[in-house]
């Protein structure tokens, strides 16, 4: 695999690479969400019943 570099030496990500680094912080934010005991399918509402 060819890898690209900049001038400090950090290798530039893949599409493939940066979507699944993606990917791992939608998941690492849904795991904390639920650990306050946010519900990621009634966040609309949850903030109307605030108001």
Same mark, same amino acid.
């Given at each position: 695999m060819i890898c690209w570099y900049d001038e400090q030496g950090n290798r530039y990500f893949t599409d493939a690479e940066q979507a699944q680094q993606e990917r791992s912080r939608v998941e690492q934010l849904a795991q904390y969400l639920h650990s306050l005991g946010v519900d990621? $399918? $009634?966040?609309? !509402?949850? =903030? =109307?019943? !605030?108001i």
């Open positions: 990621k $399918n $009634n966040l609309h !509402r949850q =903030r =109307r019943d !605030r």
